[in-house]
């Protein structure tokens, strides 16, 4: 049987600073080698202040995923030499010598099977390698140490997995989860990695690392199956081993044969005191929890009828269910929900354009409004979304200014079918015999109005005038 199992880094993106210093935990912004100070560089003599927000944060994602969580904590030093690592150590968190990380033996739910995760810790994130070129050729490496330090959470599942697919189904719900609970961002660029153990039946187990991105970790872990597969075929030993990713090949690598656990000499960060996390402050957390995901997507449809399928897109995406709260006033709510996740979403499809975006919760509940009360037809509700998303203004200023408002003007929209009448003197006398056609007569009349006649007095005119 195929086992597959995740170990996943989520940078708490949505703090101020980093794990131990006041350095900005945003690195991103700056030019490499700016965002450091004595702790995170590791310099001697310099000490190191746990940022406790950090520690909550932490806490609400154990709390999440259905972990165990302890009364107290203490940080490990775990030692190794690495570029990337100023300090020749990694703070981070160990379940042993009668210590528990953050939170253990929680679980999620894919596609109606259960996900063990075996551990959740907080660490700290390492600096960043540049490689010139491709990593086994390259002849420069760059180090930036403005990452050095940023909180991190390692989540580690068992290898529970049994296909690729599940692997990315469990990314995308894990994904969804944080940025629900507001502790990351994993969109941003390195803000949420994951590497993979694969083993088939009788093999070792084979880590895979340096993955860019879920849909590559996908593709990775099925190469590796398939190589596996293909080794025991032919009686070759299946090694334990880390295997990088290689992008450009689209394959496997042999990096390195498994480092032993011991050989990172762990030991007690004796700089930092243990932090006691009573049961009063874990109640102040659960309490502070945001509603999850499902039980949102239950409310949705429940109590406003808004189909699963629509919920359950809106629920699972935290800037559009908060939209959706914003603009929902109870009595369109189905409707606002439809207009969200068929049109608004699509003009938002980036973080960019939902940064730069001015729609208000307001602006969406009032176009609802003059579609239904027939004062704007679908057609120019979009134009308007289109212009709001770029000025904010009020919705009656824009159907103004854009002129979007409906021609529902008896006396304006019989000169336009005159026209149009005129005009289409052979499709006159076709839908005197298809009454089909007087449906291409009504689009003649939408064009001439760029959308904006009312479909239902068109309609009555045109089949009037044609005495039909
Ligand atoms: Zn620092």
């Known amino acids: 049987m195929t086992k597959i199992g995740l170990e996943i880094h989520c940078q708490l993106t949505k703090l101020e600073s980093k794990l131990f210093c006041p350095c900005k935990a945003d690195y991103r912004e700056f030019e490499p080698n700016t965002n450091i100070c004595p702790v995170c560089m590791g310099i001697p003599g310099s000490l190191p202040l746990l940022n406790k927000k950090a520690v909550e944060k932490a806490t609400l994602i154990a709390m999440a995923l259905d972990c165990k969580t302890p009364n107290k ?156 597969q293909s080794l025991a075929e032919r009686k070759i030993e299946i090694i334990q081993e880390t295997r990088h990713w290689d992008d450009g090949r689209k394959i496997t690598v042999s990096a390195r044969t498994k480092e032993e656990e011991a050989e990172y000499r762990y030991h007690l960060e004796a700089d930092i005191p243990w932090v006691r996390i009573n049961d009063n402050t874990k109640n102040q957390l659960r309490a502070q929890m945001p509603e999850s995901i499902s039980s949102k997507k239950e409310r949705y449809v429940s109590k406003y009828g808004i189909t699963s399928q629509v919920a359950g897109i809106l629920s699972s995406d935290r800037y559009f269910s908060e939209l959706f709260e914003k603009a929902n006033n109870e ?69 103004e200014d854009l002129d979007l408002g409906h021609v529902s003007d008896e006396a304006t929209l019989s000169d336009i079918i005159t026209e149009v009448l005129d005009e289409e003197v052979k499709a006159v006398e076709d839908a005197k015999q298809n009454p089909d056609i007087v449906n291409f007569l009504v689009g003649k009349v939408m064009q001439k109005t760029h959308g904006k006649a009312d479909p239902e007095l068109t309609l009555t005119l045109l089949k009037k005038n044609l005495g039909l």
């Open 73 to 228: 904590i203490a940080f490990f030093r775990k030692n190794y030499f690495y570029p990337d690592l100023p300090k020749n150590f990694q703070i981070t968190q160990l379940n042993a010598y009668g210590n528990t990380s953050i939170g253990w033996e929680g679980k999620i739910s894919v596609e109606d099977k259960e996900i063990k995760i075996r551990r959740i810790q907080l660490e700290e994130d390492p600096g960043r390698l540049i490689y010139e070129g491709a990593t086994e050729k390259t002849k420069l490496t760059l180090v930036d140490y403005n990452r050095a330090g940023t909180p991190l959470v390692e989540i580690v599942t068992e290898p529970d997995f049994e296909t690729p697919h599940q692997v990315r189904e469990f990314l995308n719900i894990l994904s969804d989860l944080l940025e629900n609970l507001n502790v990351s961002d994993p969109g941003l660029e390195g803000a949420m990695r994951a590497d993979a153990n694969v083993s088939i039946e009788g093999g070792s187990k084979v880590e895979i690392k340096n993955i860019g991105s879920f849909h590559d970790l996908e593709k990775a872990v099925h190469f590796e199956i398939t190589r596996q």
């Open 331 to 399: 009595t369109n709510a189905k409707d606002i929900a439809n207009m969200i996740t068929t049109d608004i979403m699509g003009l938002l499809d980036t973080r960019e354009k939902r940064e730069m975006s001015k729609l208000e919760g307001d602006h969406i509940s009032d176009l609802v409004e003059y579609i239904k009360s027939n004062k704007i037809t679908r057609a120019s509700a979009k134009l308007a979304l289109d212009e709001v998303i770029k000025n904010g203004k009020q919705l009656s200023e824009i159907i």
